[in-house]
């Protein structure tokens, strides 16, 4: 399956998410950045394989690496490999996105919080947001998700995949637009998919830096999704580069 991420796409889950990150969304930014021009969400990279995958069942965990950026407008191919799956440049075969499903998910648990997001970063600041989860970005994101679509899908496993989906986009929008903050680089995500998500719902979503390696300029973070009552519907960690974000050290 060949797939090319538009940059229509990257704009539709930009809205979907709120992660107008400019890395993803303004080819003047980019084209200033470390990337050189526009680069795709890991987030909905990383849906986009699970629905390549072609699930009979939801997954319990998702884990995926971004080794390299995939640009808008290059072609990706879907390729199985071993026990994972992953997204390779049609042109020189790099590999872009790989991903393991059902894979053993290290929970990083969040240190006290010692302040909210600013620069420079420090260990245990924390960013947070509340959303509702729409029928309309509910639907919008299942039928974002099917371009990667091959097969055909259970209605449940559809909508639950797009929930999902629409989960990692809310953990990559503070990620991209506050903590670290513009110009934050995906590298890793992984994600427990602990509860169900259903439209209506109200959602926080906390992010939480636990480790930092400013000679690298690598982030560690806890992430966190809970619905209203407190419950956790997805847990786990994210590893991005601050590089291209002003004053991060």
């Known amino acids: ?50 629905r390549a995958a072609g699930l009979s069942e939801t997954p ?52 006290a919080a010692s302040s909210a997001a600013i620069v420079p970063l420090k260990v245990g600041m924390i960013s947070a947001s509340e959303t509702v989860f729409e029928a309309n970005a509910a639907q919008a994101m299942q039928d974002l998700q099917a371009r ?29 637009m506050d903590l670290p903050g513009q110009g934050t680089n995906y590298l890793k995500q992984e994600t427990a998919w602990i509860g169900t998500l259903k439209p209506g719902q109200r959602l926080y979503t906390k992010v939480a830096v636990t480790r930092l390696r400013s000679e690298k300029a690598l982030v560690d973070l806890s ?14 960690r994210a590893l991005v580069s601050a590089r291209d974000v002003k004053g991060a050290f």
């Open 1 to 50: 399956m060949i797939l090319t991420p538009t940059q229509s796409d990257l704009d539709q889950f930009a809205k979907l998410s709120g992660d107008a990150n400019p890395i993803h969304v303004d080819p003047n930014f980019a084209a200033n950045s470390g990337f050189g021009r526009t680069v795709a969400h890991g987030a909905m990279l990383t849906s986009w394989l699970v």
């Open 60 to 111: 319990h965990s998702t884990s995926a690496m971004f080794p390299a950026p995939a640009f808008a407008g290059e072609a990706l191919e879907v390729v199985r490999e071993g026990d994972g799956w992953q997204l390779a440049r049609l042109e020189d075969g790099v590999v872009v996105c790989r991903l393991l499903i059902n894979a053993a998910v290290p929970i990083e648990e969040a240190l």
């Open 148 to 176: 990667a679509g091959g097969t055909t899908l259970a209605a449940e496993v559809a909508q639950t995949l797009a929930s999902q989906a629409y989960m990692l986009g809310l953990i990559s929008t503070l990620l991209g």
């Open 223 to 236: 992430t966190l999704v809970q619905n209203e009552h407190g419950e956790a519907l997805a847990k786990g």
